[in-house]
């Protein structure tokens, strides 16, 4: 885990390109950013100052942009979970209320069984839910904590905004020399 900043790296990081380049790449120079301790910038160009800074902006779009898709997928599984749920609790009511029709027999054992399978899948769908819930908020938790760490006095300065592309990974490389190769 570097405690000073690579510099030499990140400058080479063509931030309007950065979106392109392979998620683990991305993560990397984010991690790399994110943990440095030491910016060592008193010997630095404004120049180099800002394009790390731009690097880093773009870096935070991106993630923003994962945390939404993220969002997106938890609520959409929890109106799945919801529908399901409701249309398992339907058929549960209907059957009971059949069963108090019915009286009593071999269907009404069939139909305790059939109300017992439901209410397990019913449990089965709760838990699911919950699982998902608790790593989806876990995935935001760190990605939110990953966009706070960066220093606050080298963030403040010099700020621009980056080319709004859109932020699919198209498999291009990071570094225009290759430096992790």
Request: contains cysteine; negative net charge; hydrophobic residues 35%.
């Amino acid at each position: 885990m570097p405690t000073a900043l690579e510099w030499d790296k990140v400058t080479r990081i063509d931030p309007e390109t950065l979106h392109e380049c392979e998620k683990d790449q991305v993560d990397e120079v984010f991690s790399m950013i994110a943990l440095t301790e030491d910016w060592e910038v008193k010997d630095k160009t404004p120049e180099s100052i800002i394009q790390v800074l731009r690097v880093f902006q773009a870096m935070l779009k991106i993630k923003d942009r994962e945390l939404i898709v993220s969002h997106k997928f938890l609520e959409d599984t929890g109106v799945r979970q919801a529908k399901t749920e409701k249309e398992l609790l339907a058929k549960v009511s209907r059957l009971e209320q059949e069963r108090k029709l019915s009286g009593t027999g071999p269907d009404t054992r069939f139909l305790r069984d059939e109300i017992r399978q439901l209410e397990t899948q019913l449990e089965q769908r709760e838990k699911e839910l919950t699982h998902i819930k608790k790593d989806m908020g876990k995935d935001k938790k760190a990605i939110e904590e990953e966009h706070f760490v960066v220093c606050p006095e080298l963030y403040r300065s010099h700020l621009k905004p980056v080319n709004q592309h859109e932020l699919a990974p198209t498999g291009r490389h990071l570094f225009t020399n290759h430096p992790f190769e």
